[in-house]
């Protein structure tokens, strides 16, 4: 019910746009976010906004990354910019959905995201 896109490769120092649409008869969407993931690691969160536009970010990407999301059209993006390759890593998207039973966290199957140095 979440379907990412934008990943991709980008030379360090530039920039990529993701994008997360959350489908089906959504009820209504709470808190919707980014988080990566790279091999043996844990999922660490990257941003987050609420439904009334709140947001928070991780310090590694504090100025450098952008969440925002259009509730009309169920989708979150996270505009990355002055990528690093520190960055590298798979991106997932994380929402709280509600089908008409209660608010449900669904994530998303995940972007890599590569930059090079």
């Known amino acids: 019910q979440l379907v990412e896109s934008g990943g991709g490769l980008v030379q360090a120092g530039g920039s990529l746009r993701l994008s997360c649409v959350a489908s089906g008869s959504i009820f209504s969407i709470n808190g919707m976010g980014w988080y990566r993931q790279a091999p043996g690691k844990q999922r660490e969160l990257v941003a987050r906004?609420?439904?009334?536009?709140?947001?928070n970010y991780a310090d590694s990407v504090k100025g450098r990354f952008t969440i925002s999301r259009d509730n009309a059209k169920n989708t979150v993006y996270l505009q990355m910019n002055s990528l690093k390759p520190e960055d590298t890593d798979v991106y997932y998207c994380n929402a709280a959905l509600d089908y008409g039973l209660g608010p449900r966290v669904y994530w998303g199957q995940g972007t890599q995201v590569t930059v090079s140095s």
């Open positions: 906004i609420t439904s009334g536009g709140s947001t």
